[in-house]
């Protein structure tokens, strides 16, 4: 067996279910990135625009000057309908599928190291080698197509002809040299636009670049602040990322894989969370039950601001005592906020109730702000 193939062997034994092999000749794509940040599409991921980074996204060997070969790895996570959407009641929100497990951050370095161990061994010689999993500045789906995995989507993610999309993507840069694999030069799109047209907030545009200031996967993790009033309702009950581009994929309804990483397996109260009961999670119980989880990403914070606009998109009376317990006691001026919006959006006798009775107390500018828009 060549090295190549060892590696391909050992990788798959440690649950990389997707391997292939690239140069670190600069990313094709790149020129499409620049356009994207100059249009400010980033939203406030300042970090992605610094020149540093940029730099090391345009050329590998700025990560690893000895750099002769990339593996690119796949790691498949349940698809979204290992629980379907749930029992349908209007008080459970969503969590995108790769967050209802443990955080692959925890799950993919040390298997990684195990890998770059193994090529020190099978080599017999000394190793260089940096291993990434969305950790670092580069184009990896750009890596990856070229490395044979699959092809960049109209809904930006990489999809595997043979299984799909839902699978998170991995690095490993080193001094090794291993033959690159023949990228994937169809684009299996062809007419089709169910992505671009399922979008909820319309973000996908024609370049494969998603304007990230209207992904939901942006404004429910990234985007710390308040959520744009005029995107709120087409969040849904999606209170942590968002599937849907990836859901109506053919690719996805296709051939999905139905195996399940042991280390990734769901936890449906992440997936499906009861919204009235997470909105009384306490600093304690929010870490608590995030541990390790990738919704820690949202912090509290941001996480509950999401739960309000879910509970507020619900239309649920019964979500009013919640709502109006969170605007008079919540510490925090984002989550009352968002509170006060939902309450104006179910827009009851009783909900108009509450919101007058803060306006009475309230001094927090941009939560008044908010309660005196919802009493309109
Ligand atoms: S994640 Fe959701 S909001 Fe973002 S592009 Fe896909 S469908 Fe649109
Ligand atoms: S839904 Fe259609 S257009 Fe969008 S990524 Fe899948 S195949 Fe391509």
Redesign the pocket.
Known sequence: MDLKTELQTEASRLGFALFGVTTPAPPQSMPIYLAWLEAGRHGNMAYLATDRAVERRGDPFCILPETKSIIVLGIRYPQPNVFPTNSGSELEGRV?AYARGQDYHEIIPPRLEKLAVFMQLKTGTPVISRAYTDTGPILERDLASRAGIGWIGK??CLIDPQSGSFFLLAELFSNVELEPDQPLTMDYCGSCQR?IE???????LPDRT?DAR??????TIENKGSIPASLRP?LGN?VF??????QVCPWNIRFASDEIDADLHPNKEIAHPILTAELHLSPQDFNRKFKKSPVQRARRRGYLRNIAVALGNSGCPEAIPTLAETLEHEPEPLIRAHAAWALGQIGTQNALLSLRKALMVETNPMVLDEINIALK
């Open positions: 995108a809904n930006t992505c399922a979008c909820p907030t319309q973000c996908i998603i209207r992904c939901i996967s942006y404004l087409q999606w990322g968002c599937d849907v581009c990836q």
